[in-house]
């Protein structure tokens, strides 16, 4: 695993870069410290890529949303978490698909919880196997944003490409959506209709009516449901630190 740690404070990001050491010590992680958001992406702009990063958000220059939003041009899996004094920025935080923020100074019990929670997603990291026209079709869970049924057949939209290229893959497969529903994680899925299944990391924004998805997508939201749904959203912001 390589991990980026990006602050303009020296002596705190030493401090971080210490403490991951040891966490990981009996692992094969790499540990690499930037002291800008521009610096960070010039190892992405050569094709270096981090599977996590940690994000100063005041960031003299460019700050720790900005280089996260230019981040996720080059790649939308790696997980982010941000180190921030203040709370403001959480619905920008959300946009760039955070897991966490920590409030510096940073408490050991909540940096390590949060590496906890990080050690969970990698672990739970998911595919799903699709048998489609004779061969056996490999899916990240994680890049699902939602699934719709018709008649006999379940069409899943996919996130495919980079956020410059950012596109949505319509893959049809012959399933019931019962069949794959029990086959998803429920706290990252929800099936707030009987024709739809929502990944809950990509919600925008939600009423009672219907939910609003990545993309601008609008999927419905059957009567009854609408308290669960607030439900799941909530717990799913608040397990990221949002």
Do not use: W
């Not at 019990?109 to 997603?121: A, F, P, V």
């Not at 490999?138 to 699934?147: F, K, P, Q």
């Amino acid at each position: 695993m390589k991990i980026a740690v990006c602050d303009d404070e020296i002596i705190f990001q030493r401090q971080l870069m210490a403490f991951l050491n040891d966490y990981y010590k009996s692992l094969d992680v790499v540990i690499e410290t930037f002291s800008s958001g521009e610096e960070l992406l010039q190892e992405y702009r050569s094709g270096q890529f981090y599977d996590l990063l940690f994000l100063d958000i005041e960031l003299g220059g460019l700050d720790g949303i900005a280089t996260a939003q230019k981040i996720r041009e080059y790649d939308s899996k790696g997980m982010v978490v941000f180190l921030t004094s203040h709370t403001e920025f959480a619905m920008e935080g959300y946009e760039v698909s955070a897991i966490r923020f920590l409030s510096k100074p940073i408490m050991e019990t909540k940096l390590l919880e949060t590496l906890r929670e990080i050690n969970n997603r990698i672990q739970q990291r998911k595919k799903l196997i699709l048998h489609i026209n004779s061969e056996d079709i490999v899916i990240d869970l994680e890049n699902i944003i939602y699934m719709e049924s018709m008649r006999n057949d379940v069409y899943l939209y996919v996130m495919m490409g980079n956020r410059k290229e950012e596109r949505l893959e319509e893959i049809k497969v012959r399933k019931r959506i019962t069949e794959l529903d029990e086959e998803l994680n429920e706290n990252q899925f929800y099936r707030c209709h009987r024709s739809y299944i929502i990944n809950l990391d990509y919600v925008i924004s939600y009423n009672k009516n219907k939910v609003k998805m990545k993309m601008d997508k609008m999927i419905p939201v059957s009567r009854g449901k609408e308290k669960e749904l607030r439900d799941k959203i909530i717990c799913n912001i608040r397990k990221r630190g949002i």
